[in-house]
């Protein structure tokens, strides 16, 4: 019997290089390239934290509406016509009223490891910091995002698309000395976008 395997790492999805600007971008370079580490493109740094991606679902499709019935529940043969009565409303399912497009959660979310210093989170932090606090156009802000999703042999076979991403919050700095043991902690990104496409390659 053919048994269909689903492997939890056979994605990619990479912050573009326009993500981070050029201010960011030329300061945390040279912050890198002091460390002497493998990474010297803040960009690269970034997109090699990534850990885990969150994308698609939808919820409340359904919409449940109170219908009043007549007769009863529990049918006997001995139970004539004229001695049937309403019972309390029950809850009908309906498909809901709203677009497929509406249904669908407009929500990426992207997980990172923190790295020594939490440096990731500080390029992240302050490239939204100078995103939002400059009167910038929609062509200026941030490009569309690419999940690549591989098959069995490494091979991109689908592609989804989120149009026009816009950061709508992140994970705040979490120091706890309460932990007896050391431990990588990890922090989201969460992103709303306006519509997204997917095709299969």
């Known amino acids: 019997m053919l048994s269909l395997r689903g492997r939890k790492d056979n994605f990619r999805l990479l912050l573009p290089k326009e993500f981070l600007y050029r201010g960011i971008e030329e300061k945390y370079a040279e912050i890198l390239q002091k460390k002497k580490g493998i990474f010297v493109n803040p960009i690269d740094y970034i997109n090699e934290t990534i850990q885990r991606v969150q994308v698609l679902g939808f919820q409340n499709a359904a919409f449940l509406q109170q219908q009043y019935k007549t007769g009863h529940p529990i049918v006997k043969d001995s139970r004539i016509k004229e ?48 995103m939002y606090s400059r009167d910038l156009s929609y062509d200026e802000m941030m490009h569309d995002l690419y999940v690549d999703i591989f098959n069995e042999i490494g091979e ?4 989804i698309h989120i149009i026009d991403p816009i950061i709508n919050g992140m994970d705040m700095l979490d120091f706890d000395y309460t932990q007896p043991i050391a431990a990588s902690g990890s922090f989201k990104l969460e992103f709303k976008y306006s519509n997204l496409e997917f095709n299969f390659l």
């Not at 677009?99 to 992240?124: C, Q, V, W």
């Not at 991109?156 to 592609?159: D, G, M």
Request: with cysteine.
């Open 83 to 130: 001695n049937a009565f309403p019972y309390p409303a029950t809850e009908e399912s309906y498909r809901a009223p709203q677009s497929a497009l509406g249904l669908l959660d407009k929500t990426l979310n992207i997980e990172f490891r923190h790295t020594l210093g939490y440096l990731n989170y500080f390029i992240i932090f302050e490239n939204f910091w100078y």
């Open 156 to 159: 991109i076979y689908c592609k």
